[in-house]
């Protein structure tokens, strides 16, 4: 399931926390932060240098993030240095110039979004979208799909179930994303393969959305076809959650909105559009079965 990126950068990066941190700092707290980033460990700056290389087409190859890695002789212990550092560095900057707020979401929780993202390291919804803690209840996955309504239990049905119906969000998004090791996986796996797989046993759920795309698509280079499939897989996720007859309810009668996201980390671009549930009532319906408004590319 390996994706085809190679090399992977990590969203707690310490360009990406300076842009989480100002959020909630105000600009006399500027300062403050420039001298804890003085105290991360060169192994973390060079995570933000990596992503700049990345920015302008010049790639590092393998070999030489290899050498970088194992140059050190306590990687491990550099590994969790960056992270007691970015820790500290939230505990200074976030937590105790929001004490009041934190101490409200440890009495109670009242996100108004549920978020289906892959499991996939490079995206993380909270970096890439800027959530902050208390804004969204979050279920990662292989591929970010959700299963039907009339299969078995999973965690993220049982988070589904918390979040709408005990939450009571207001919206939920799921968020898809260019080169996906599961949807690569679904793409590429034979109809009659080994029943013992956890990857394929999860990965079938979207068996739906690879055969759409087989249908339009099957003349197109295989990268293309998961890129396709990556997309319709989104819908049709969308198209499951209606199923749910809780989740039909709710946005029926106008108190849960549903959203599609598409992450293209290649050239950072971001598309989102909503469920038009009258229209998709109504017959105006993609190839997953729903009708779509609202999109944007941001």
């Known amino acids: 399931m390996a994706s085809h990126l190679p090399i992977s950068y990590d969203p707690s990066s310490s360009t990406s926390l300076h842009t989480q941190q100002l959020i909630f700092c105000s600009s006399d707290k500027v300062k403050d932060f420039e001298k804890a980033q003085l105290r991360i460990p060169s192994s973390f700056r ?161 068996k739906k959305a690879k055969e759409s795309t087989k249908a339009v698509a099957s003349n197109l280079h295989f990268d293309h076809q998961c890129q396709h499939c990556e997309k319709t897989s989104i819908n049709h996720s969308l198209e499951r959650l209606l199923g749910y007859p809780w989740i039909e309810e709710k946005v029926r009668n106008g108190s849960l909105s549903l959203h599609g996201g598409y992450y293209d980390f290649v050239n950072c671009t971001f598309e989102k559009w909503t469920v038009d549930y009258e229209g998709s009532r109504g017959g105006k319906k993609e190839g997953s079965g729903i009708a779509v408004k609202n999109r944007s590319v941001w």
């Open 46 to 206: 060079r995570k933000a240098a990596n992503l700049q290389t990345m920015a302008s087409g010049k790639t590092p190859g393998l070999t030489q993030e290899a050498n970088d890695f194992t140059s050190g002789e306590n990687n491990t212990d550099d590994v969790f240095d960056d992270m007691k550092q970015r820790f500290l560095a939230f505990k200074k900057l976030n937590y105790m110039d929001n004490l009041e707020h934190f101490k409200k979401l440890a009495d109670a929780q009242a996100p108004k979004f549920l978020v289906i993202a892959c499991a996939d390291s490079r995206v993380c919804p909270s970096a890439v979208l800027g959530f902050q803690p208390g804004e969204a209840f979050t279920v990662r996955n292989i591929a970010n799909l959700v299963p039907s309504y009339e299969s078995g239990p999973t965690e993220t049905k049982a988070a589904l179930q918390f979040s709408v119906n005990t939450l009571e969000v207001e919206n939920i998004l799921v968020v898809g994303h260019s080169r996906c090791g599961g949807i690569q996986a679904l793409m590429s796996m034979e109809d009659e393969g080994d029943s013992r797989s956890f990857i394929r046993n999860w990965v079938i759920v979207g």
